[in-house]
């Protein structure tokens, strides 16, 4: 007498097959593209906000231009074209829309209290060249700005920010955040709750804190934020000669474009930024 499977058995050989066929499709062609289930994501975030009377309106948005490099070919949305890459090897430009009610602007470690008052002396020439101005144009533009630092209560150096960032937390226009109290659930949780999609990061280091911190721009794209990154509103800590030209900072900006975030340079945000503010006084 021959024995015929059931239908339960059959049911989970079917699906068990269906599961081995779809790991597959993932792992060798990104199939089905991640970046569908983020757009899934953000356009039911975006419908719940409307039907709460939160959605923000193109009134309060502004025009940037960004780039990205790629070693394979993408199209107009910065996304890989065809089920298999093609090679292309190049710089790609864009021209996004910035909706300042659900985009923060990251200020991370801007510390003026390092244990190096050579680092403290660097770091400075890009807070008052690019991060400071910039921050005071995104906090008129109605961006939440958010400072990352230690602690100062339990930690001894590398915890104080500059006074104009202070003032601005004083004033109720920039909020401060403790690394001590933060990992990257609780840093993204905190963001979905003021609806928040979207990151601008500025801060030090590029290659060290901005990259590798749980609040940083690793952690943040594996929780799916759109992520854009200011090189003239940061540094790295460079290493020997490369003090001199900031070679590690633009390899670090290289690497960044390539994998985690859009490069959004500073004259472009504040142009974008400066536009806004002026139609509406």
């Not at 790609?92 to 909706?99: G, K």
Request: charged share 20%; glycine share 8%.
């Amino acid at each position: 007498m021959q024995l015929r499977p059931s239908r339960t058995v059959l049911l989970a050989y079917g699906f068990s097959g269906l599961t081995f066929i779809y790991g597959l499709g993932v792992g060798a062609w990104q199939w089905p593209p991640f970046k569908w289930i983020l757009n899934t994501r953000h356009a039911v975030n975006l419908w719940r906000r409307e039907r709460m009377g939160q959605l923000p309106t193109t009134k309060n948005s502004y025009e940037v231009s960004t780039s990205k490099h790629s070693f394979f070919e993408l199209d107009n949305n910065g996304l890989l074209i065809g089920p298999i890459p093609k090679v292309k090897e190049s710089e790609y430009y864009f021209r996004r829309t910035i909706l300042s009610a659900e985009t923060a602007v990251i200020v991370m470690d801007p510390w003026v209290d390092m244990p190096s008052d050579f680092l403290n002396a660097e770091n400075r020439k890009a807070l008052q060249i690019g991060l400071l101005p910039a921050v005071q144009d995104a906090v008129a533009g109605g961006h939440l700005v958010i400072v990352l630092t230690n602690n100062p209560a339990t930690s001894p150096y590398s915890s104080s920010i500059p006074w104009e960032l202070s003032k601005l937390a004083r004033e109720g226009k920039a909020e401060i955040l403790y690394h001590d109290d933060l990992n990257e659930r609780r840093f993204a949780t905190y963001l979905n709750r003021r609806n928040i999609t979207t990151l601008i990061y500025t801060g030090f280091h590029s290659n060290i804190c901005v990259i590798g911190r749980p609040t940083g721009l690793v952690c943040m794209a594996n929780k799916g934020f759109k992520l854009y990154f200011v090189p003239e509103a940061s540094a790295a800590a460079e290493f020997g000669n490369s003090w001199q030209d900031g070679t590690l900072h633009r390899a670090t900006t290289m690497s960044i474009s390539m994998s985690l975030a859009e490069i959004l340079h500073l004259d472009s945000w504040q142009e974008g930024l400066q536009t806004f503010i002026r139609g509406h006084p």
